[in-house]
């Protein structure tokens, strides 16, 4: 079974930069690639990000060039670098580990 742990939301000004760090712990079998996920009120949740392991980040258009997402550590945790937030980043960031398990969510929230 894996947990998975966020954290690093809070509140900032446009423009300003925030980082998040997520954590798989746990028992589990595979190493699967870990991703990003967001979700504002009233929208559905959106993907952002994914770092496969060994391999190349990869990012919704909206944030390419202002996020970045770490490699996989050894202790299966990443970062993700925001850089240049807008308002409308404004959302609940959610960590994925592959297809195992979701976090609970850290907000983030931009303001104008």
């Known amino acids: 079974q894996v947990q998975v742990v966020e954290s690093g939301g809070g509140l900032v000004q446009a423009g300003g930069s925030l980082t998040l760090s997520c954590r798989a712990s746990g028992r589990f079998r595979t190493r699967d690639g870990m991703a990003w996920y967001r979700q504002a009120p009233g929208q559905a949740r959106e993907w952002v990000a994914t770092r496969t392991r060994g391999g190349v980040p990869a990012y919704i258009d909206s944030v390419k060039g202002r996020f970045t997402i770490s490699p996989i550590s050894v202790e299966n945790t990443v970062t993700l670098q925001m850089n240049d937030l807008k308002p409308e980043d404004t959302a609940v960031y959610y960590c994925?580990?592959?297809?195992?398990?979701w976090g609970q969510g850290t907000q983030v929230t931009v303001s104008s």
């Open positions: 994925r580990y592959g297809e195992l398990a």
